[in-house]
């Protein structure tokens, strides 16, 4: 572009008696198009240090391993695991407490000094409220279910299902983290491309007001200081354009240091100096459809839910029956002066105790409640149920939707870098004509306006191109083809 830049200046002064000098200027209006063109940046993604260098893959792969968005549903998997074990532990000791009291107890009032051993039978011995003393009582009971309905075991197999579901997300969420790091990555090189772009707009731009003012010294008739007026305009214009491209880039290579969690002071740059299409070529769609049924993690968090929501109608249903549990109580209570009588007809409830254990029959009486318990996990149990025939619909129309994108734009690239063919050859054809005293600026600015035009386009559609590509590996399901890009 600067070739062309430098061969439409020489024919304009080779050439001027002949040429009208207006075209310029209309061109360089014409020229402020491409600094509307949309500037498509996201939130970013980087390593540490003062100076880091990535590739996309290295973006993707660290973005995937350090964000905190992936880690809270780490943390969930974590948290169901805990939930898993705390289930499986309450197979054995299921109920087991200790209660214990302090208070204070009374002593004894013994007025005809009876032996300790038989005051039970001595009708004056008395508790007396004047002498004090610590009394203290501790209570352990533990009960075991023996039999249970299926309650302790599908309550497990619910835990269990719950770690299935938590994992699904993670990797779900891996998935929208790396796309999300590619999109940012893909981001600043076209950020850059456009960069250039402006720069040469801006040389461009200068050129022209450089020969309207060398025309306007001249006295030429055909120029008025109309169009150098239009002229500065347009150069403000590129200017404001330039430093919004150069700001969004910086933007954008903050986001991408931020999604890596890099260091505020460490620069980021990216392997890819241009944007150059990603090599797919594509299988039918019903192959991607049977990829995204087998591989979503979606499906999988379904199936763990039917399977969770399955084992706790089962919980709620087991209420109905009696549960056979073996017990333990023991008790012990114990002050100062309180003498234990052994008589198994006397008992002091300061100074006890006893060991119990057996067989027993626990069984829910309130069989309202337990109706309204178990219609609650059926509503649960068909929510998921119709979750998954939505969720198999909407996978696959996703699919469908990135495979047509990436037909779509594949015909774009092609379109528009045969464009970008015909444009640099029209160029390269008024270059000649210039050569040869037969050519016209306006048409050679034409030519170089062109040129500028397509070959922003070519980078938008190379991005578009590159984005769908990635966009129908994870609606796929599989996170390996982004990591090997």
């Known amino acids: 572009m600067a070739a062309a830049g430098r061969g439409g200046r020489g024919a304009a002064e080779g050439h001027r008696e002949r040429s009208d000098p207006t075209v310029v200027f209309r061109a360089m209006r014409r020229l402020c198009w491409f600094m509307s063109l949309p500037i498509l940046f996201l939130a970013p993604a980087v390593v540490a240090q003062d100076t880091v260098h990535v590739s996309l893959s290295e973006a993707i792969s660290r973005a995937v391993q350090i964000s905190p968005d992936i880690d809270i549903q780490r943390a969930r998997v974590r948290f169901a695991e805990a939930r898993r074990d705390q289930a499986v532990r309450s197979r054995f000791l299921t109920d087991l407490k200790a ?68 994992t699904g997300g993670v990797e779900a969420k891996e998935l929208e983290v790396a796309l999300r790091a590619a999109r940012l990555y893909y981001s600043v090189v076209l950020l850059g491309a456009m960069d250039s772009l402006t720069e040469e707009a801006e040389k461009a731009v200068g050129r022209a007001r450089t020969e309207v003012e060398r025309l ?116 012990y209570s ?78 774009s690239l092609e379109a528009a870098e045969e464009s970008f063919r015909i444009a640099r050859e029209w160029l390269q054809t008024e270059y000649v004509n210039f050569d040869l005293d037969l050519g016209d600026t306006d048409d050679l600015i034409k030519a170089v306006q062109a040129k500028l035009q397509l070959e922003a386009a070519r980078h938008e559609a190379v991005f578009k191109l590159n984005m769908a590509i990635l966009e129908l590996h994870a609606a796929t399901g599989l996170l390996e083809p982004l990591l090997a890009h």
């Open 99 to 166: 209660t214990s009291a302090h208070a204070v107890a009374p002593g004894l009032d013994n007025p005809n000094n009876t032996p300790t051993d038989r005051l039970y039978l001595d009708p004056d011995v008395r508790n007396d409220w004047g002498d004090l003393a610590p009394f203290s009582r501790v209570d352990v009971d533990l009960i075991q279910p023996l039999w249970t309905w299926g309650q302790l075991g599908r309550t497990i197999d619910a835990a269990e299902a719950g770690i299935g579901m938590e």
């Open 216 to 331: 306007l010294e001249e006295g030429s008739p055909d120029v008025g200081d109309a169009d150098l007026f239009q002229v500065q305009i347009t150069e403000q214009e590129v200017r404001r354009r330039i430093i919004e491209v150069r700001e969004e880039s910086q933007t954008a290579l903050a986001g991408l240091r931020r999604q890596l969690m890099l260091p505020d002071h460490t620069v980021v740059t990216v392997a890819d100096r241009f944007l150059e299409p990603l090599i797919l070529t594509l299988d039918s769609l019903d192959v991607y459809q049977t990829l995204a049924l087998q591989n979503r993690p979606e499906f999988a968090q379904v199936s763990a839910g039917i399977a969770a929501r399955s084992a706790l109608v089962d919980v709620a249903r087991s209420d109905y029956y009696p549960k056979l549990i073996w017990g333990i109580h023991a008790h």
């Open 334 to 411: 114990g002050t100062v002066d309180r003498f234990r009588q052994r008589n198994p007809y006397v008992g002091d409830s300061f100074l006890s105790r006893s060991l119990e254990t057996g067989l027993g029959m626990r069984l829910q009486l309130n069989f309202s409640q337990t109706r309204a318990k178990v219609e609650q996990a059926r509503a649960n149990l068909q929510e998921v149920r119709y979750q998954e025939t939505a969720a198999q619909q909407l996978i696959l129309l996703e699919v469908e939707q990135a495979y047509r994108r990436i037909r779509i734009r594949q015909a």
